[in-house]
């Protein structure tokens, strides 16, 4: 805060005081937010090396079952079971709350179907092809997992950033402004306190002399 716009009165000095007390109150309260979001972001970033590792499996294992099934069906029985599925997936997006943030929560419905709903016919298709489709089918349920946790944690990180920006910021200049801008007022206060003692005793010195030569 600068001087010049500083009023080195008792009034504005308890202002600034009461504005230092809020200040710091606001300071902890923002510095317990910003431990508290770097304390979630590694519990979800924790989650996150486990989503990656079980989508690389998944991925895996869905590739080698499809390949497997074009080698005993061929591809073509293959692409007629896919077009065949009847269900679609559903994707729900609601939200939750994680330390005052919003964070999104995807709610997944019919990822996983039975044999009778997939739409090809039993007799025609191998287990392959039902081994197949049940691991793509996990494949996209890790995905959906993955998203809603990958998501979580830029929103995590943007909100860790903005805090960490006002922490800073309170902590490096707007204290240290209003406690420089609060001893301004003290220092000018005591300087004028004096000045008005000196001007005080001058009067009653003069006085005191003019009674004597009276």
Request: net charge positive; glycine share 4%; proline share 2%.
């Amino acid at each position: 805060m600068p001087r010049m716009e500083v009023k080195p009165t008792r009034s504005e000095l308890l202002e600034i005081k009461k504005r230092i007390k809020l200040t710091k109150s606001g300071y902890k309260i923002l510095k317990m937010k910003r431990d508290g979001l770097i304390i979630e972001f590694f519990k979800i970033l924790e989650q996150a090396k486990q989503v990656r590792i079980k989508i690389v499996k998944d991925y895996d294992e869905a590739m080698a079952k499809i390949n497997v099934a074009q080698a005993v069906d061929g591809a073509i029985a293959v692409r007629s079971a896919a077009f065949a599925l009847r269900l679609h997936p559903e994707v729900t997006l609601r939200s939750k709350n994680v330390m005052g943030l919003v964070v999104p929560e995807i709610e997944t419905n019919s990822l996983k179907s039975t044999v009778d709903q997939r739409g090809y016919g039993i007799i025609g298709t191998s287990t392959y092809i039902d081994e197949a489709t049940a691991a793509f089918e996990n494949l996209v349920e890790t995905l959906v997992q993955a998203a809603e946790i990958e998501t979580t944690m830029k929103k995590l990180l943007d909100e860790i950033e903005k805090t960490k920006r006002r922490v800073n910021a309170l902590e490096f200049k707007v204290i240290p402004e209003l406690q420089e801008a609060e001893d301004f007022i003290e220092l000018r206060l005591e300087e004028m306190e004096r000045e008005n003692t000196f001007r005080l005793k001058r009067i009653k010195d003069k006085a005191e002399a003019k009674v004597e030569t009276a």
